[in-house]
């Protein structure tokens, strides 16, 4: 059977839906950068997705041809993910899509190196004969984060949002959104296939502790 990251790792992908906190390993991925409200139609991040999986594909099914990764296994390509922040707000404000800045992102095994990703970014390219300079081998390092699952649309996020920020304030520590920590959401439904009260996303915050 492929290797499912959502199962082998429930803690990073199947949370509960009351809030935890965990720590979460450095991590590389696929990812592309962009701005916008990520509903426009054409706007620039329902294009990164394509980008995203296009490469994430050719990772996984590189045992195919004649590049061989070093201690490749078959697996599950991981669930779209993204970071997400507003310049000059802290936090999210969710009623100024509009100023939305955001990495969209996909999880890469740790057997993928740079010179892996380099040469799908070259292989999809002669390929596909599109453009896949945007996408970037992207090191994220989240460290200790609150996370809880959220189910149903992601205008009611503030909802979820403000039950991380009440139970890691009762536990001794603060929400830590910064210029490197941010907003992270992981995706694990289709919204294309999924109904929206059914939609289900995890939300994960970057925390520290309080000072005493």
Known sequence: MSFDYKKEYKEFYMPKTKPGIVTIPKMNYIAVRGKGNPNDENGEYKNTIGLLYAIAFTIKMSYKGTYKIDGYFDYVVPPLEGLWWQE????????????FKFISMIRLPDFVTKKDFDWAIKEATEKKKQDFSKVEFFTYNEGICVQCMHIG????EPNTVNLMKEY?????YRIDINSTRLHHEIYLSDPRRTSVEKLKTVIRHPINRNKK
């Open 153 to 156: 649309s992601y205008d009611d």
């Open 88 to 99: 000059g707000i802290l936090g999210i404000d969710y009623s100024r899509k509009d100023k």
């Open 168 to 172: 890691v304030l009762d536990n001794g």
